[in-house]
């Protein structure tokens, strides 16, 4: 085959003599990946998941079993991309139903039959290239969409910075924020059941957050100094303002990304401790995205230039964070504030110089056209020569 791609197949079973047997059964077709428990199994998915198409595990094996690596794989949403056969020697009904709810796409007994493990096999990693194929297809679908919406939002947001003073890089470092901390959360615990396309639209939607700001007197908006507590009052609407100008919505109120944003709209200021506003809600009673977005809002704040305030260097304001100068938050989500480090810092460095670059292309491309319309116009306007 030379340097034909193959498939991976990452074989999980105790047995070296039963790895063995399905090798010789696969390896003419596909690369052979083995290892001998569950948890080297575990450690694999997660170091190299992306690379392999099919697993075959197995039920018994030591340290970590075949359910255990199930459980595992759905936990980090590994099930939804790789599927899995189980291969065993228990036929138990009730072992075989319980490894199809935790997603196996079909299940082997020993002893082995070679071309029912052949076809078996080729027929799952046929089923999901088409699978994966057909949703390349639909995504390609939803990313045209979703220009036009991240359209909209910028052009939102934008308003909403123009008007509050802002630099402009305050929306892209909340997005940033919140794509960085969701994805780790993600990685780090099943206890929120966030999708990839969950992540996209909580992000986008972000860039709304403080969108009932444009409601709010310009007097008080861009006040220098520190506010009253009359004018704080005042300033602390825009939180219900926003939501509910997303809620009165004539179309599009029943959509996702409308959904999201009036969550962080109106909750992106309560605080875990049940200490923020305007509904004093509580731990898990606050939405994941409005407490995600809260976090990003907060270390932005912290590490922008305000009228008030310099900005503070990036390991300073984690301290500050940590410490609980800025209120109480997720411990899951310090946690993965602390996880992600300096990267915080990196992104929203890159993020910054990617804006700054399209923008630099925007205008290049606005004074060549310029220059363009001019020279055209130009030689319309240039005498002809006379006719003899």
């Known amino acids: 085959m030379g340097d034909e791609y193959r498939q991976k197949i990452l074989i999980a079973d105790d047995s070296e003599m039963n790895r063995a047997i399905l090798a010789n059964i696969l390896e003419d077709e596909y690369e052979i990946m083995e290892v001998e428990n569950g948890r080297e199994a575990v450690e694999t998915l997660r170091g190299r998941g992306t690379e392999i198409d099919l697993l075959l595990l197995d039920l018994v094996m030591p340290e970590m079993d075949g359910?255990?690596?199930?459980?595992?794989?759905?936990?980090?949403?590994?099930?939804?991309?790789?599927?899995?056969?189980?291969?065993?020697?228990?036929?138990?009904?009730?072992?075989?139903?319980?490894?199809?709810?935790?997603?196996?796409?079909?299940?082997?007994?020993?002893?082995?039959?070679?071309?029912?493990?052949?076809?078996?096999?080729?027929?799952?990693?046929?089923?999901?290239?088409?699978?994966?194929?057909?949703?390349?297809?639909?995504?390609?679908?939803?990313?045209e969409r979703e220009k036009q919406s991240d359209l909209m939002v910028d052009i939102l947001s934008h308003i909403v910075e123009f008007r509050n003073g802002e630099s402009g890089l305050h929306v892209i470092h909340i997005r940033t924020l919140t794509e960085l901390l969701l994805t780790q959360l993600l990685q780090k615990?099943?206890?929120?059941?966030?999708?990839?396309?969950?992540?996209?639209?909580?992000?986008?939607?972000?860039?709304?957050?403080?969108?009932?700001?444009?409601?709010?007197?310009?007097?008080?908006?861009?006040?220098?100094?520190?506010?009253?507590?009359?004018?704080?009052?005042?300033?602390?609407?825009?939180?219900?303002l926003g939501a509910s100008m997303l809620e009165n919505l004539p179309v599009h109120s029943t959509e996702p990304l409308v959904k999201a944003a009036y969550e962080i709209c109106r909750w992106h200021h309560e605080r875990y401790d049940g200490h923020g506003y305007p509904d004093g809600l509580k731990g898990d009673e606050i939405p994941i995205s409005a407490q995600i977005v809260s976090l990003a809002d907060v270390y932005d704040a912290l590490t922008s230039e305000r009228v008030y305030k310099p900005p503070f260097e990036h390991s300073k304001a984690i301290e500050m964070i940590l410490n609980g100068e800025c209120g109480t938050f997720n411990p899951l989500l310090l946690s993965c504030l602390t996880d992600l480090g300096e990267r915080i810092r990196i992104e929203l460095d890159s993020a910054a110089r990617r804006q700054l670059d399209k923008a630099a292309i925007q205008i290049m491309t606005d004074e060549m056209l310029q220059r363009e319309g001019l020279a055209a116009a130009e030689r319309t306007q240039e005498p002809r020569p006379a006719r003899k």
Do not use: C
């Open 189 to 240: 615990t099943g206890a929120y059941p966030l999708s990839r396309a969950d992540i996209s639209t909580i992000s986008t939607a972000s860039a709304l957050h403080d969108i009932g700001k444009i409601a709010i007197p310009g007097e008080i908006l861009n006040k220098p100094g520190r506010l009253t507590k009359e004018e704080f009052e005042v300033m602390k609407t825009h939180s219900m």
């Open 67 to 143: 359910f255990e690596v199930l459980a595992q794989m759905n936990q980090y949403h590994w099930i939804e991309n790789i599927p899995v056969i189980m291969i065993s020697a228990e036929n138990d009904p009730e072992y075989v139903e319980h490894a199809y709810n935790l997603g196996v796409i079909d299940f082997i007994n020993r002893p082995f039959d070679t071309m029912v493990v052949q076809k078996r096999v080729s027929n799952t990693i046929l089923l999901y290239a088409k699978q994966k194929k057909l949703m390349e297809l639909v995504a390609e679908q939803i990313y």
